[in-house]
């Protein structure tokens, strides 16, 4: 057995040939890269050079064919190089972190097994220095203690015993220390990881992934993935660090294949540094309002969720709040679904008013001929491609019949008196105002608008009641109808009909804007409703689903446990798994056991034992001071060497303007969607756009009694405080909102 100064004798070795290998690697492709760049540029001349440049169909030219060929394989080799090159500056500093020693069964040699960021061979002698933390047997790092352990390997499952685990910390190619552990991360690295200030960009946690986690990212047996997660769990990092293991494992994805619904853009920037990070391209990254933009354009006025919010918030209790709250969860239930389905059957049965077709004087297809041909839907093909397919086959019979029928109006204009010398012209004129008359009759039930359906559904109160039978409508039902009939007639599409909308739009023309995907990762899925996953289940219908949320931060929504339940009907997939992250690790103990008790938790959620102050509360008199006294505590918060200060509003409309009076005194940013981008230092950010973001500390803006009083807005305070890693301070004027216990309030 090796002496300590041995064995920190052996680890420097190892980390100097390491590095020493590395630097040599870097070199080699970095003395490559003139060459690979010539050879692309040379490629694009040559075909400049040798090739026509002035057809439509330049890319199907079989001399060009070749060319492009050549270029696009050049380009792909430069483009591989950069990402080595990048790999290997990005190993220098840290190569490593972790290390186990592994004996398997049947074999002589223990291999030490070296894992990091990125796999790092010597291509002499095949020697393997690192093990990417994505490769199968890195999962016996992350899962198994000393001992027997496994891991299931290309060929099979692989045994044997882990005799030694150990791990570093590395900086600037230096080794500041080491350790021995039997757990799998101990809280040693955890503690160091954790008690680091934020930074503006979400950061990797390879160092740091815990058993649990391991599992969710390295999965590919489910094609239906949930998780519930408390705040701080790493839901988000987690469904990051899968991407890129998917990426990383063969099952030929690329980043094109990919999607991620975010809540917001202000946290899809925020997430945009991870993949890179891990040495994959970023993925397609988009919101459920840019699903609806590109769904329908510029052909509505349509509102957003958060203009929604902001309304519901700032109006609690009253009539109209309650009211859009009900309309919401209305549109978005179950209950509608089936609503709209019966309705949809109704409008193809009932309410498309077919036509006896006639072209010269000749009938092409009955009223019930056509009727019966849409209704036969064998293959279950969409409404308006049915009736785009009977228009085509129907115009297939008449053309053949055009020229005749031209003849018939030229013996007719030839024997009219006044046309006989422009005979050809007439003829040709009338021959068109007939098809434009004709195809006014075609069209008229061939063509199917999705608003009008949508209209159509709200029209009779006396259809929509007969429809809905057996379902449980809302108290406030008529109102409902008719005011969704009066926004609709406005052209205004209100938040909670743009999702019956869209999909009403899928159901009757199809989409196939997203069939290349085929990973789907849904964050904050407790604020979507049914009818939400009715529309990923059609937009992604052949992908795979990573769902993750945390029903405590649920908004307008009362917190519902079955709501995993539901997505997993609604999406429907053959295997799916449910699993529950209970241990918050983004704030400290003392702030995360202050939110458990605004919430009155008492499930079995885990605290992760790092120890900082207290949350602080601070009476003002009134807002003036409020002002006046978070300016001097952003200062001291910089002092104590924070970088990353919040101050949350309860929303925009509070936001907006404790930001114009407080620029004036100090510098601030404002954190909306026309300004995403995250730095250090002060940021203001309402509650429910701060989703998903951390920061070193979080000043909680007038947390009054007059201002949290409610069980949504105790929901947003939640998520207020949750946000924050090291300090919490909350301020209020007169009376403590009743949410915050006595023990915090002087």
Not at 116 to 129: A, E, V
Not at 272 to 299: C, H, M, Q, R, W
Not at 600 to 619: A, N
Request: hydrophobic share 35%; net charge neutral; proline share 2%.
């Amino acid at each position: 057995m090796c002496s300590i100064k041995e064995e920190r004798e052996n680890e420097e070795s190892y980390l100097d040939k390491t590095v020493s290998l590395i630097k040599k690697s870097l070199l080699k492709e970095e003395n490559n890269l003139p060459s690979k760049l010539s050879k692309l540029i040379a490629s694009g001349k040559e075909m400049w050079e040798n090739s026509v440049h002035f057809s439509n169909d330049f890319d199907k030219i079989p001399e060009v064919t070749d060319y492009l060929m050549e270029v696009n394989n050049d380009n792909r080799n430069l483009c591989s190089l950069k990402k080595e090159i990048k790999k290997y500056k990005s190993m220098i500093k840290c190569p490593y972190f972790g290390r186990f020693d592994f004996k398997e069964d049947n074999f002589e040699d223990e291999d030490k097994i070296y894992i990091g960021l990125h796999n790092l061979m010597d291509s002499k002698t095949n020697d393997i220095y690192v093990y990417d933390w994505r490769a199968p047997i890195s999962s016996i790092f992350y899962r198994k203690e000393l001992g027997d352990a496994s891991y299931i390997s290309p060929k099979g499952q692989i045994t044997g015993k882990v005799s030694l685990k150990r791990q570093y910390k590395i900086e600037k190619s230096q080794l500041k220390y080491f350790f021995d552990s039997s757990i799998t991360i101990n809280d040693e690295v955890l503690q160091d990881v954790l008690s680091r200030n934020s930074s503006s960009k979400m950061k990797n946690i390879v160092e740091t992934i815990q058993k649990e986690q391991d599992i969710i990212i390295r999965d590919t047996d489910n094609e239906l993935l949930i998780v519930q997660g408390v705040a701080g769990s790493g839901k988000t990092s987690i469904a990051l660090h899968r991407i890129a293991f998917l990426l990383y494992t063969g099952l030929k994805l690329s980043s094109n294949n990919i999607i991620i619904i975010s809540p917001n853009s202000i946290f899809s920037n925020y997430i945009s540094n991870v993949l890179p990070e891990l040495g994959e391209e970023n993925v397609i990254e988009t919101t459920y309002d840019e699903i609806i933009k590109k769904a329908f354009g510029n052909n509505f006025k349509i509102e957003n969720r958060n203009i929604a919010l902001e309304c519901i918030i700032s109006n609690q209790n009253s009539e109209k709040s309650i009211d859009e709250i009900e309309n919401i969860e209305f549109k978005g239930s179950m209950e509608f679904i089936k609503l709209i389905d019966r309705f949809i059957k109704y409008y193809e049965h009932r309410l498309i008013s077919f036509k006896d077709i006639y072209y010269d004087g000749r009938v092409i297809d009955t009223r019930e001929e056509l009727k019966n041909k849409f209704l036969n839907n064998k293959i279950n093909m969409p409404m308006s491609k049915r009736l785009k397919r009977m228009e085509n086959i129907i115009l297939h019979k008449v053309h053949s019949m055009r020229k005749k029928r031209l003849s018939k109006i030229e013996n007719i204009v030839k024997n009219s008196y006044g046309h006989e010398f422009e005979e050809k012209s007439f003829s040709r004129l009338l021959a068109i105002k007939e098809a434009k008359k004709f195809m006014k009759t075609l069209r008229c039930f061939t063509n199917i608008s999705y608003l009008e359906v949508y209209k159509g559904l709200f029209y009779s109160e006396e259809l929509f009641f007969r429809l809905s039978k057996g379902l449980k409508l809302p108290e406030n039902i008529k109102n409902i109808i008719e005011e969704t009939r009066e926004n609709l007639n406005k052209g205004f599409i209100s938040f909670e009909d743009s999702a019956p909308l869209l999909y009403i739009k899928l159901n009757i023309e199809g989409s196939d804007v997203f069939k290349e995907i085929r990973q789907v990762v849904i964050d904050e899925a407790q604020d979507y409703y049914p009818i939400h996953y009715k529309i990923f289940s059609i937009l992604f219908e052949s992908a795979r689903f990573t769902v993750l949320g945390d029903i405590n931060q649920s908004i307008e929504k009362d917190k519902n446990e079955n709501i995993y339940d539901e997505i997993e009907r609604i999406l429907n997939k053959r295997k799916s798994l449910k699993l529950f992250l209970k241990k918050g690790y983004r704030s400290s103990f003392e702030i995360n056991a202050f939110a458990q008790s605004l919430l009155k938790i008492k499930d079995d959620s885990l605290i992760f034992e790092r120890h900082e102050e207290k949350p602080e509360t601070i009476f003002k008199s009134n807002v003036e001071e409020i002002n006046e006294s978070i300016i001097n505590k952003i200062k001291e918060y910089y002092k104590q060497g924070y970088e990353s200060v919040a101050i949350i509003c309860k929303n925009e409309m509070e936001k907006e303007s404790l930001y114009h009076n407080l620029k004036k005194s100090i510098n601030v940013k404002s954190i909306d969607e026309s300004n995403i981008e995250m730095k250090k230092g002060t940021l203001i950010v309402s509650s429910y756009m701060a989703k998903g973001l951390e920061f070193d500390a979080v000043i909680v803006y007038n947390v009054s009694n007059e201002n949290y009083f409610t069980e949504l807005d105790k929901r947003l305070l939640y998520i207020a405080c949750t946000r924050s890693l090291h300090k919490l301070t909350i301020y209020y004027a007169g009376k403590a909102s009743k949410f915050i216990k006595s023990k915090y309030t002087k």
